[in-house]
């Protein structure tokens, strides 16, 4: 079993930043991709951004260029820092990991954390 414990988030005014953090434990499972989701009130869960184990990372259009994700293999930690937020920022933000177990049988499975909230408002 996998556990994904968040931090960060909050109320921050809009222009400012925020930074996000996941952290991952448990066993037998090999990280595959690390990312963030959100969603907002109404709304469907979506893609932040998210980064591979080896490659480049991929961000959502409406977040380019001011969202940053980074991660820690080591430590098996995921961050989001955001700059320049809007009210259009403002969701639950969940931490998600997929990977594959490493024990038989051998499935891809992702895990979601229990979210935080970020709301932009002055």
């Known amino acids: 079993q996998v556990q994904l414990v968040e931090s960060g988030g909050g109320l921050v005014q809009p222009g400012g930043s925020l930074n996000l953090s996941c952290a991952a434990s448990?066993?037998?499972?090999?990280?595959?991709?690390m990312g963030w989701y959100r969603q907002a009130p109404g709304k469907q869960r979506e893609l932040v951004a998210e980064?591979?184990?080896?490659?480049?990372?991929r961000n959502a259009d409406s977040v380019k260029g001011r969202f940053t994700i980074s991660r820690d293999n080591a430590k098996k930690t995921v961050t989001l820092l955001s700059y320049n937020v809007n009210p259009e920022d403002t969701a639950e933000y969940y931490c998600?990991?997929?990977?594959?177990?490493?024990?038989?049988?051998?499935?891809?499975?992702?895990?979601w954390g229990q979210g935080t909230q970020v709301t932009v408002s002055s």
């Open positions: 448990g066993s037998y499972f090999s990280i595959s991709i």
């Open positions: 980064v591979p184990g080896s490659g480049k990372p």
């Open positions: 998600n990991i997929k990977g594959w177990t490493t024990v038989a049988p051998m499935v891809y499975k992702e895990y």
